[in-house]
Nanobody, 126 residues
Framework: QVHLMESGGGLVQPGGSLRPSCAAS????????MGWYRQAPGKERELVAT???????YYVDSVKGRFTISRDNAENTLYLQMNSLEPSDTGVYYC????????????????????WGPGTQVTVSS
């Protein structure tokens, strides 16, 4: 059975770093496309970053140069290294398993999402 579980969120001061992880079971993270989403209070869930089966990554403009998505195939885990955190990065962070990453002029999306984790809270505040 496919299962995702995030961990590694927390409270951090502006400018700090966090590295949420997403442990997967029931499938291999190396065999699918995956992504990180976040949902701020009162806002819709938004895509943050994706990684294709081949390892190609995509980031929304607001996190480019600060966040890095990666995976550890041996641990079957997805990561999101977040540096230079800002209060606007506050939210619940979710990992997702999808069929593919599709890119158009407006950016990229994770298509065919088949599983979500329950999320991990990230709060950036002084």
């Amino acid at each position: 059975q496919v299962h995702l579980m995030e961990s590694g969120g927390g409270l951090v001061q502006p400018g700090g770093s966090l590295r949420p992880s997403c442990a997967a079971s029931g499938f291999a993270v190396s065999d699918v496309a995956m992504g990180w989403y976040r949902q701020a209070p009162g806002k819709e869930r938004e895509l943050v970053a994706t990684i294709t089966k081949g390892g190609t990554t995509y980031y929304v403009d607001s996190v480019k140069g600060r966040f890095t998505i990666s995976r550890d195939n041996a641990e079957n885990t997805l990561y999101l290294q977040m540096n230079s955190l800002e209060p606007s990065d506050t939210g619940v962070y979710y990992c997702a398993r999808g069929e593919r990453v599709g890119c158009e002029g407006y950016g990229c999306l994770l298509w065919g999402i088949t599983a979500w984790g329950p999320g991990t809270q990230v709060t950036v505040s002084s």
